[in-house]
């Protein structure tokens, strides 16, 4: 139990430090960044998403494909069967897993924001997402390899993906709904995740029962 706590101090103290520097890093590129240029129309923002999606997969997902698949090259667990799994293997799988889940959700959250940046200079928003994200799921497996707690450095990327998914989900509901649209979205997900917190937060407790 002592351990758990101690973890998890850890890796909230690892967050806290990680988000203010994703957020001046998104708010820098966001802001210096040159306007993209050529992407007047909704045809060429979503290909310019694309693009930023395929450079995302390659040094996110695909590393970590490529890091578990070399890893069993070299040892027993070339036969995934056997059960043979070295430390290092068992967080790149996990890194892996993560990754996959999670680009799901920042593919949605990337497209969806280059729907609503119609001009070159919003559009910076999806390039500065788009490379913190990066750096994130990076900064998360590096810390994992060292501790689960220092995982937590690359929370603020699953965060970043949450907060343009809530956005880009308020702004089509403001599209349908106006103002209240907008508002009852943001509440619902509020609402769930009050229900989560609520939930879970006697989970301590009922791992010593």
Known sequence: MEDFKAQRRAGMIAIALAA????????GLDQ???????????????LFCLRCWCVAVLFALAMGIEAVAHERLVSAAFDPLAGFATQRLRVNQQYLQNTLEQTVVFAAAL?????????????????????????????????YHHSAAMRGIGAPGMAL?????????ARFGADIAGRVGAIAVVAVFIGFEAVLFWATRGGAGDARR
């Open 161 to 169: 993906s949450l907060i343009v998914l809530v956005y880009v989900s």
């Open 32 to 46: 210096f960044l040159p306007p993209i240029s050529g992407v007047a129309g909704l045809s060429a923002r979503m």
């Open 20 to 27: 203010p520097v994703a957020v001046a890093l998104w708010i």
């Open 111 to 143: 497209f969806g924001l280059a729907a609503y940046c119609p001009t070159g200079a919003e559009m910076r928003a999806v390039v500065a997402t788009t490379v913190v994200w990066v750096l994130a799921r990076l900064a998360f497996w590096i810390g």
